[in-house]
């Protein structure tokens, strides 16, 4: 077996394996032997079935596959052996492979293209600067979170008199013009009609200030003009109240307001656990410590942003983009070149920011341990159970559940990432200059606009 490579320029390669029949021979016979013993044909006992007939079924499909093998892994090899750091994967030269007699053939060539990874360096220093905003913490902040909490935890209770957000729940029947019930009409037992959804104003006011057995008439198409809404209402599937119209009686019998919770102990207690905040002033220091680490996580991801863009700016370097699109259209076969031609150039800042993100890594010696990567998958676990309002999930809950969450693949390489990218980004902090400006909510969200 002989390998080389040879060097087109400093971004594209082409490395050539070469194989005779000794090199390959040995394994295509082994798997022949192993295809005789397992055999089972007619008109011959098993593991008699003479190696000639085998060799005659099977030899060239046999010969293929272990060559495949056999080519595949020696150019992993190679490749790491020689240290190459290529980008995507070695591509065949078809035309040259597709000539390749398998079946008459002994010596055999095949050829692949490689995409060479650039050699760069770095290009940023104190003298660089980046902006962290810290978004300032206001009233309207605090009150609107306090809100979000009383909402949470509250409730609905019975009301005497109907009020426009109210919930009423009753019967709704068919009437005829003279307003009184079709027999055998549409109607529905225990519906339910929130009052802040009827779209006409004129119907929407006779909901209003009623109460407990009151009947209201109504046009329920012009009350609803969403027929999915109708449906709803009356129980029915929408296909079947696609041309319903006309006047309905709703009678109601229950009236439901939603109340939110009070603020005080009892509160504290549903959302942090009994005892752990007892006092107004001790929730309103909790909960500008969570709206803290909140305008932080946005803080810190406009500041990643601001320190991608600035490396990118500053490492300029070439790819061997020729390649590439190449290699993108061979692994997504669905995908055209004028698609991969589209969003190549959002592609090409990815890959880019892949290989700095890289190179910082080598360089500053960063590695990812096991205890990191469960950390950050129980910090994804606790967020993701505060946002669902699963407050009283305990440690070892807590525990279990990521490391589930890491069994998976795709779950363990996305959390990987980001823990790479927030060492990175540590990384850089300290390389730049960062300077801190304070500003408000409204005008941080104006810096994503530009």
């Given amino acids: 077996?002989?390998?080389?490579?040879?060097?087109?320029?400093?971004?594209?390669?082409?490395?050539?394996?070469?194989?005779?029949?000794?090199?390959?021979?040995?394994k295509v016979e082994t798997v022949l032997k192993d295809y005789r013993k397992k055999a089972n044909i007619k008109g011959f006992r098993p593991g008699m079935v003479p190696i000639g007939l085998i060799r005659k079924m099977y030899g060239t499909a046999v010969k293929v596959d272990e060559i495949n093998k056999m080519v595949s892994e020696n150019v992993h090899k190679y490749l790491t052996d020689e240290k190459i750091e290529?980008?995507?994967?070695?591509?065949?030269?078809?035309?040259?492979?597709?000539?390749?007699?398998?079946?008459?053939?002994?010596?055999?060539?095949?050829?692949?293209?490689?995409?060479l990874a650039p050699v760069f360096e770095l290009d940023l220093s104190q003298k660089n600067k980046v902006i962290y905003h810290?978004?300032?913490?206001?009233?309207?902040?605090?009150?609107?979170?306090?809100?979000?909490?009383?909402?949470?935890?509250?409730?609905?209770?019975?009301?005497?008199?109907?009020?426009?957000?109210?919930?009423?729940?009753?019967?709704?029947?068919?009437?005829?013009?003279?307003?009184e019930v079709i027999p055998d009409g549409i109607s529905a037992e225990e519906t339910t009609l929130a009052v802040d959804i009827i779209k006409d104003e004129e119907i929407k006011k006779t909901f209003i200030g009623k109460k407990e057995n009151d009947l209201i008439d109504f046009d329920i198409r012009k009350a609803f003009p969403n027929t999915a809404e109708i449906a709803g209402l009356v129980k029915?599937?929408?296909?079947?109240?696609?041309?319903?119209?006309?006047?309905?009686?709703?009678?109601?019998?229950?009236?439901?307001?939603?109340?939110?919770?009070?603020?005080?102990?009892?509160?504290?207690?549903?959302?942090?656990?009994?005892?752990?905040?007892?006092?107004?002033?001790?929730f309103m220091k909790?909960?500008?410590?969570?709206?803290?680490?909140?305008?932080?996580?946005?803080?810190?991801?406009?500041?990643m942003q601001d320190i991608r863009r600035l490396a990118l700016e500053k490492t300029e370097f070439p790819l061997p983009e020729e390649f590439l699109k190449k290699w993108l259209l061979r692994v997504n076969e669905k995908t055209t070149s004028e698609e991969i031609e589209k969003e190549f150039d959002k592609f090409r800042e990815d890959l880019k920011w892949q290989l700095i993100k890289n190179k910082v890594a080598k360089n500053a010696g960063i590695k990812l341990t096991e205890e990191e990567l469960v950390k950050e998958a129980e910090n994804i676990t606790r967020f993701q159970f505060r946002q669902y309002g699963l407050y009283y999930a305990n440690d070892e809950q807590i525990t279990n559940y990521a490391k589930e969450t890491l069994k998976r693949e795709d779950d363990a390489k996305r959390i990987a990432d980001k823990i790479?990218?927030?060492k990175v980004l540590e990384n850089l902090k300290e390389t730049v200059k960062v300077e801190n400006k304070s500003l408000t909510v409204e005008e941080f969200n104006k810096l994503f606009e530009k």
């Fill in 236 to 282: 029915k599937e929408t296909k079947d109240c696609e041309n319903l119209d006309g006047n309905f009686r709703f009678t109601i019998k229950e009236i439901s307001r939603f109340f939110p919770a009070e603020e005080g102990p009892d509160l504290y207690d549903r959302i942090y656990g009994e005892g752990v905040i007892s006092t107004s002033e001790e």
């Fill in 134 to 179: 810290e978004i300032i913490i206001d009233d309207k902040m605090k009150n609107d979170y306090v809100s979000s909490y009383t909402r949470r935890y509250g409730e609905f209770r019975n009301a005497g008199i109907s009020e426009e957000k109210d919930i009423l729940k009753g019967k709704i029947e068919a009437i005829n013009e003279t307003g």
């Fill in 1 to 26: 077996m002989d390998i080389s490579r040879e060097n087109r320029d400093d971004l594209n390669a082409v490395i050539t394996i070469r194989l005779g029949k000794a090199d390959y021979e040995g």
């Fill in 86 to 115: 290529i980008l995507g994967d070695p591509l065949p030269i078809i035309d040259q492979n597709e000539k390749i007699d398998f079946e008459n053939s002994d010596d055999l060539t095949f050829s692949f293209e490689l995409g």
């Fill in 420 to 422: 790479l990218e927030d």
């Fill in 286 to 303: 909790k909960i500008e410590e969570e709206i803290s680490a909140n305008l932080s996580r946005e803080s810190n991801y406009k500041l």
